[in-house]
């Protein structure tokens, strides 16, 4: 291996470990620091809207914001949906199963209520 793709190779690496190290400070802005995952959006089709009465809300892998208890704002979280903090209640995708409790308590299941012992 000659001493020039030696370098030319090194300095690539270099570029792209700086490249990874400053990426996570270039998404943050004085706006809010709530993300969304849109590959893996995009790879389970992920919708603003319920598919019938499928929904968020009623999913085992949603996860309720516990500080804003019974919003209905893109607050919350998906264990589908690493880092993604804007899922709302009324949100579908593929990823969507239906939770045991929801279906027990039919209309009056809230994922903020404390589980049943």
């Given at each position: 291996?000659?001493?020039?793709?030696?370098h030319s190779?090194?300095?690539?690496i270099k570029?792209g470990v700086?490249?990874?190290?400053?990426?996570?400070?270039?998404?943050?802005?004085?706006?809010?620091?709530?993300t969304?995952?849109?590959?893996?959006?995009?790879?389970?089709?992920?919708?603003?809207?319920?598919?019938?009465?499928?929904?968020?809300?009623?999913?085992v892998n949603?996860?309720?914001?516990?500080?804003?208890?019974?919003?209905?704002?893109a607050?919350?979280?998906c264990?589908?949906?690493?880092?993604?903090?804007?899922i709302?209640?009324?949100?579908?995708?593929?990823?969507?199963?239906?939770?045991a409790?929801?279906?027990?308590?039919?209309a009056s299941?809230?994922?903020?209520?404390?589980?049943a012992?």
């Amino acid at each position: 291996m000659d001493s020039q793709a030696k370098h030319s190779r090194r300095k690539v690496i270099k570029i792209g470990v700086t490249a990874l190290a400053i990426a996570p400070l270039a998404g943050l802005s004085g706006r809010a620091f709530a993300t969304q995952n849109t590959a893996v959006r995009t790879a389970l089709k992920f919708q603003d809207h319920p598919n019938g009465e499928k929904n968020c809300k009623v999913c085992v892998n949603f996860i309720p914001n516990k500080d804003k208890v019974n919003n209905d704002e893109a607050v919350n979280g998906c264990k589908l949906y690493p880092g993604d903090t804007e899922i709302c209640t009324h949100c579908y995708c593929t990823g969507f199963v239906q939770n045991a409790a929801a279906t027990k308590a039919g209309a009056s299941f809230s994922p903020w209520a404390a589980p049943a012992k």
